[in-house]
């Protein structure tokens, strides 16, 4: 049985009908009064769709098929597969239509401008007697950091004592990708 009901010619309302065939035109049955006719296949357009995609301090235009009708937003994750390239898993930074724009169907988008947030870089600021060092490490973006974590990176042991958020604002807790950058104290 097919989710949405269908018109039946025969009995003139929309009722149950059942796939028989599949094809430019779909064969179904009438679950009603077993009539069999053929329905139009809706097709679904798709436009091409140009990703620039930043990963750390490179930026690379890909190029992927996106149905016209739905809609992108600013924040979304949006998950980029260049026949050409390697798949990306990126989030929505920026829509440019004639404009920037928060939210737009992907048919009017010229560019969308999206972070890579597979492997994401990190920042993080580790204070020791009125000293700081700031180091990057790549990471995986769904890789959790919590404020009282003890952590070793780059030759450096320290416990995170604060994580302030991409978005706004400061958190207990936060996936990688999300994180703008981390303040530790150095525990030696």
């Avoid at 179904?28 to 990963?55: D, F, G, P």
Wanted: net charge negative.
């Amino acid at each position: 049985m097919l989710d949405d009901q269908i018109f039946c010619p025969t009995c003139g309302t929309d009722t149950d009908h059942a796939l028989i065939k599949t094809g430019q035109e779909n064969l179904v049955r009438c679950e009603e009064c077993e009539t069999v006719h053929s329905v139009q296949v809706e097709r679904e357009r798709l436009v091409n769709l140009k990703v620039i995609v930043s990963s750390d301090r490179e930026s690379e235009p890909y190029f992927i098929k996106f149905p016209a009708k739905d809609v992108l937003n600013v924040g979304d994750e949006l998950l980029v597969d260049d026949p050409t390239r390697d798949v990306v898993m990126t989030q929505i930074s920026s829509l440019e239509t004639d404009r920037r724009v928060q939210s737009a169907p992907a048919g009017s988008v010229k560019t969308v401008w999206a972070r890579a947030t597979d492997q994401v870089p990190v920042k993080i600021s580790v204070y020791r007697n009125g000293k700081t060092r700031s180091i990057k490490i790549s990471t995986s973006g769904d890789e959790l950091f919590n404020v009282g974590d003890a952590r070793k990176e780059q030759g450096l042991r320290f416990e995170i004592v604060k994580i302030k958020l991409r978005s706004e604002g400061f958190a207990d807790g936060a996936a990688a990708k999300d994180i703008q950058r981390i303040w530790g104290r150095d525990i030696g």
